[in-house]
DNA sequence: TAAATAGTGTCTCTAAGACAATATAGA
DNA sequence: TCTATATTGTCTTAGAGACACTATTTA
């Protein structure tokens, strides 16, 4: 806004926006991209399945109202929940995307290793992780958001380091590399894989002293911790189209 | 939104927030990137410049509203403003950004060819283009959306054919090299960005019957229009470091 | 002609793709 | 032992960087 307010501008005298937040809260588990789901308790929409979230409050940003949302819907302690990874995906402000007032949506991403099930605290019915790929048909207009935030993700991990977020803080280059495998529903070739990650500086950090996890049979691999480095250059690139 | 609103949510019961959107149009000029700004005619921050923008209205969409704004603002006409690039760049939510009421405000970017000085419609007491990088301390938290726009277009010159929309409808390899190095701020060897830019397939289409145009002396340029293609694979990246 | 800009060709080097081979664990 | 996973190494190839050289215009 910078235009000034008209002469004599009332707040009251308008239909009054409603601002909320909604956040896809993504993971990995079991080789799968799943989000964190609410089911709905009241109309509209009951019984359907929909992304946590909830409305900003008067005295709040939307980034604080996200990651307070994200600590009641996840049950994570207000520490945990502030240090993760989230991002401001975009603004969803059809009219009529919300039947009941005019509300204006902020949308987040946010990227947690993989945890415990939700406690579904809040006014929500139930809360749970769904394979991202085989959600019915969410409330309002929120399968576009979880697409929208499912590509975001996809090309943000070409050119950051946004996958260690997925990440126990001490993690196996193979896990990290499932994360892209994962995100991206593609193969990768894991020699290549390791040379770009310890090759781009900052990305990964061994931990000293060699300690190893063993995941199940096989050679114990070497852990690491996310690096200082954010951005990647050159980039990782997908082997094959991208988008947006 | 996703939580219900709460039992007998009245949406007049709380202070309103007023959305609104703000708009940092880019165009290239004599080699500098420029930003169109407008001179604030009321408090607060009478006499300041800031970034056009407005209100969205109750029945508008955020983008409808840009559109909107932007048409008034620089004075295209309704048809040339709606084929503009528009991207949404981020929302800007925190609760002290406007001393008057909580506004949210939705910004924009929106890259134009070099256009005609504007006419300063609307309620701002003037308008005009400023190089992007000697803008005075502008209203509100403009200073940081116009910054952020500057990074998120430069970013996107990376991996899309986004550059084609500072350019006229035929424009030479020249003009498109100097759109990237007025954005990055770095200059960039010819004969290698004609070479990616050739061979980038749907980036641009040569313009048949190899009509030139003279920019003052030299050898005439062949022309090109924009390609169907949208994304770059691989993409062009900046000779150094990256943002985001 | 000189100067300016457009366009071509080529050599080098980085880094990604493909994939063979080796290492170290559990069953 | 066999199987599974981790790790190292090597060959090839795509594409970017550097830069010499040619082409076509105006002054």
Redesign the interface.
Known sequence: ???????GYD??A?????????LAVFTVRDGRLHVLL?E???DPYKGHW???????L??????TAARR?LAEETGLTGGTAGALHLE?L??Y???DR?P???????AYAALVPDLPEPRGG???AGARWWDAGRTGPL??D?DRILADAHDRIGAKLE??CLATAFCPPEFTLGELQQVYETVWGVELDRPNFRRKVLTTPGFVQAVEGSPRRTGGRGKPAALYRAGAAT?L???L?RPE????
């Open positions: 806004m910078s235009t000034g307010v008209p002469e707040p009251y308008f239909e009054p926006f409603a601002v909320t937040v909604d609410v709905r308790g009241a929909a992304l946590p979230g909830g409305f900003v008067p005295r709040e940003s939307a980034e949302e401001q975009r603004t402000t059809d009219p919300d009941r007032m005019r509300v204006v949506s902020v809040g006014d929500a409330a309002f929120h050119y950051s951005a250059h050159p980039p690139l189209g991208r988008s947006t």
